[in-house]
């Protein structure tokens, strides 16, 4: 079977999860789609635990290269089917306990093989994740999970672009500011436990320090002066570090109660506007990586990066107008761009397979 093959239903599975959550989140704001209605409520669930925990921990388990890794995005996958299915907690959050532990076993192997600050940020941010699970498995208010969850994401993200950007020398100052950066978003995330509006400020103040932070240092200031993929790659992310920050300072004036459309604002800035722009720049890299095919780049994918933004922007300012007309079309503008995203991907794909040299 070739690597292609293996790989594929793995990928599969963290999309049936996307295009169902992307669902749930349409029925949260009125819209009907043609799919169960028990979807609303699993919106969060499936776009973080089903989608994004099955990408990374596949990522993760590629690049460990051990076969008994690619049981933890097996399953991620299976816990977003057992939401899909309607079969009641407790096993939804077993499984993505389970995989989210199985992360952290893998971060930890890493860590001990290569002990760099890049490879000790994604093992907090799995451990983050593996929280935020036992934490819905016992039951904790939502809001309180989501915290761990974006938690895991962010500190995800910053590791993997701290390792991409080895190349840019770091002096020693800015790398104890990340850690510190770091650890005051750790320690929001235990006061949130506690006095969550409180927590969410510190948690915010994280967000805006990295924003700052990989706004300064990451390799993408230079190479957005390049072309093609390269500058794609670039805009993506220095546009994903703005809604960081965004959501920082959103936070930072509201503490992003629980519940509420300022709270909305909050989490889709980070979940939407900095994470899916980190998927859309990356995606023409890591797609060829799990699948050994090749994504020649396109124009066409700023249509939808630029589609994600300007519909985000409309979403949040809903958010902040209380405007749900404006709430509601944002979104569903998001779910489009998303499926531009998918559209302008399988054309270059087709493209690839055509040309297997094709461009980079």
Request: aromatic share 10%.
């Amino acid at each position: 079977m070739t690597r292609t093959a293996k790989r594929l239903p793995l990928l599969l599975l963290a999309i049936v999860a996307l295009v169902a959550g992307v669902a749930g989140g349409l029925q949260r704001l009125g819209w009907s789609v043609p799919v169960a209605g028990g979807l609303a409520l699993d919106h969060g669930p499936l776009m973080i635990a089903g989608f994004l925990g099955t990408l990374i921990t596949l990522e993760r388990a590629i690049a460990l290269a051990r076969p008994w890794a690619f049981v933890a995005p097996v399953l991620s996958g299976l816990g977003a089917l057992a939401l899909l299915a309607g079969i009641p907690h407790p096993l939804p959050p077993l499984l993505a306990s389970a995989a989210s532990l199985l992360l952290v076993v893998e971060c930890g192997l890493i860590v001990a093989a290569q002990a760099a600050w890049f490879s000790a940020t994604m093992a907090a941010g799995a451990g983050c994740w593996l929280i935020g699970n036992l934490a819905w498995l016992r039951g904790q208010p939502i809001p309180v999970v989501v915290s761990w969850w974006v938690a895991f994401l962010v500190l995800t993200i910053a590791g993997e672009r701290l390792e991409l950007s080895r190349v840019v020398q770091v002096p020693r100052a800015a790398r104890s500011a990340f850690v510190g950066i770091a650890v005051t978003l750790l320690a929001g995330l235990v006061l949130g436990g506690l006095a969550f509006p409180a927590g969410a400020r510190v948690v915010g103040f994280a967000f805006l320090g990295f924003s700052v932070w990989f706004g300064r240092y990451d390799v993408a200031r230079r190479t957005v002066h390049q072309r093609g993929l390269t500058r794609f790659m670039a805009v993506c992310l220095l546009s994903g570090y703005v809604w960081l920050g965004v959501a920082g300072l959103l936070a930072l004036h509201a503490g992003a109660m629980a519940g509420g459309f300022t709270y909305d604002a909050v989490l889709h800035a980070v979940l939407v506007g900095f994470v899916f722009a980190m998927i859309f720049g990356h995606a023409p890299v890591i797609f060829p990586a799990v699948l050994g095919i090749a994504i020649p780049f396109s124009p066409t994918f700023y249509g939808h990066l630029g589609l994600l933004h300007a519909s985000l922007i409309a979403r949040i300012l809903g958010d902040l107008w209380y405007v749900q007309p404006l709430r509601s079309w944002g979104s569903l503008f998001n779910a489009l761009a998303v499926l531009l995203f998918f559209a302008n991907t399988v054309r270059q794909v087709r493209v690839g397979l055509r040309q297997p040299s094709a461009g980079r």
